[in-house]
């Protein structure tokens, strides 16, 4: 497709279950970068990919998280032993050749009980 | 501080106001600024890169002041689709974006 893609869509888990996010770039984007926003606030910035090696992943809270992106184009967040607390939207987005345009994908929304 | 601070809001104006929202930033070594738009329950989307110079884009004006460390973003004539929440960005170290806690605005009819 065009525009970045997101999947799944929704995901209600239950606590201290493993979770895995996939988000596919638009094509021929180095960049991608996965956020996690709650309701009533911005992005916060999670980790950040060029190509297949991560640039930063200082925005990853704890060691509960960690992210892929081993071909440098599809990219995959897992977070082990979810909480409650983990509950939010995760946007992944991509970049062309650092204009600083971010195109977003439309998230997953991850819910846990 | 936070990295990037914004007007609380919500705004609420009647179609027509001219309407203008603040943003603040701690990181000095910034060089990237942009405004992005949220609609409800969707992803954001770039409005509009800010330059040094200030920039417009129609109904949009830009503002940058790098010694006060401020952006702004001026809306005139103000319409119904206007509705959103509006996300001050700013890199950080030109590794990541900063993303501000967003300044939601409702245009009245």
Known sequence: GAGVSQTPSNKVTEKGKYVELRCDPISGHTALYWYRQSLGQGPEFLIYFQGTGAADDSGLPNDRFFAVRPEGSVSTLKIQRTERGDSAVYLCASEAGGTGELFFGEGSRLTVL | ?109
Do not use: H
Request: include cysteine; charge should be neutral.
């Open chain 2, 1 to 109: 501080r936070k990295e990037v601070e914004q007007d609380p809001g919500p705004f609420n104006v009647p179609e027509g106001a001219t309407v203008a929202f603040n943003c603040t930033y701690s990181n000095s070594a910034s060089q990237s600024f942009f405004w992005y738009r949220q609609d409800c329950r969707k992803e954001p989307k770039l409005l509009m890169s800010v330059y040094s110079s200030g920039n417009e884009d129609g109904r949009f004006t830009a503002q940058l002041n790098r010694a006060s460390q401020y952006i702004s973003l001026l809306i005139r004539d103000s319409k119904l689709s206007d509705s959103a929440t509006y996300l001050c960005v700013v890199d950080n170290y030109g590794q990541n974006f900063v993303f501000g806690p967003g300044t939601r605005l409702s245009v009245l009819p």
